[in-house]
């Protein structure tokens, strides 16, 4: 893969690690004990003088937890695309080793795996 293709995925990597710490940040707040982990925000349960508020709360909150979770993955795979770049493995499929499709890189940098192996995991 040449250096300006390379450039390009970091680049791209580095705005969609952004925007997910930017969407995580609006309904979780970091876990200082567990790198890498969230804890979505609890709303105040009993402030209301309606349980009608409150059972909507418990939905917010518990449609925040789902959001938390896929958000911490697509951060985590995204990360380790980075750590990837960083240490030379970047673009080699993890399942056979051979190298990942750059137009496959260029629509999903985060990917691990090559279009071959993806397919085969799916069925």
Do not use: H, W
């Amino acid at each position: 893969m040449d250096e300006k293709t390379l450039a390009q995925l970091k680049k791209a990597l580095e705005e969609r690690k952004r925007k997910a710490e930017k969407e995580l940040e609006s309904i979780a707040k970091k876990d200082p004990k567990m790198k890498g982990d969230y804890d979505a925000r609890f709303p105040d349960f009993g402030l209301s003088q309606s349980t009608d508020e409150d059972a909507l709360e418990v939905q917010a909150y518990e449609n925040n937890l789902s959001v938390e979770y896929a958000l911490e993955i697509r951060l985590q795979k995204i990360n380790q695309a980075l750590e990837k770049m960083t240490n030379g493995t970047y673009g080699i499929c993890d399942k056979c080793g051979q190298p990942i499709d750059e137009r496959r890189l260029l629509a999903m940098p985060e990917t691990t795996t090559c279009t071959k192996c993806q397919k085969k995991a799916k069925s």
